[in-house]
């Protein structure tokens, strides 16, 4: 019964964003109690913090998602942010390399990345957030740092790794590699 409700959410998520989850499914099929630590993980990853700090949630996750990843898990969090409400253009300067200029979204994720790489001016980027949005902002960046590459790593773990791929920002495509 358990493995029923598992499946169907995962079908209903893969769905909704057009994302494979042969990877889910195995799981669930395997372990109804692995399946369900899969479904409680975005406990973690999908905490966003402000309102008004959501481009600094989605910019970090994307660069974290990055660091794993460049093929269907990014594009997952591209479809999040952009279902966020965060305007493609930053995301793209993000994944150009030119995240100084991506505003919020651009904080965000060279906060994510000096903090994977164990940059100190992680530290500067962390006070920034915290002075323009408080401590939750920080908590929801670095919750989005340390869980992005999660999916990406344990996908190809279970063998379901995806070569790099485009990144679809509504009408642009942008062919990745690593980000620069």
Known sequence: MIRWFLRRGARAFGKKYDY???YMEDV????SSAGLRLFA?????????????????CGALLASTLDGDCGPCAQLVVDL???????RSRLQMCTEGRAVEAGDVGLGFRYADAAISGDLGADDLRAEIEQKYG???????AFAAASGRFYPIFKR???HGAACSRLTLGDT?????RVP
Request: charged share 15%; net charge negative; no cysteine.
């Open 173 to 177: 495509t942008i062919v990745l590699g």
């Open 20 to 22: 494979d989850i042969d």
């Open 41 to 57: 993980f975005p406990l973690i990853s999908q905490y966003r913090g402000p309102k008004a700090a959501q481009g600094i949630w």
């Open 81 to 87: 942010a952009m279902e966020a409400g965060v305007d």
């Open 135 to 141: 401590s939750k902002a920080v908590i929801a960046a």
């Open 157 to 159: 773990g279970l063998g």
């Open 28 to 31: 669930i099929d395997a372990s």
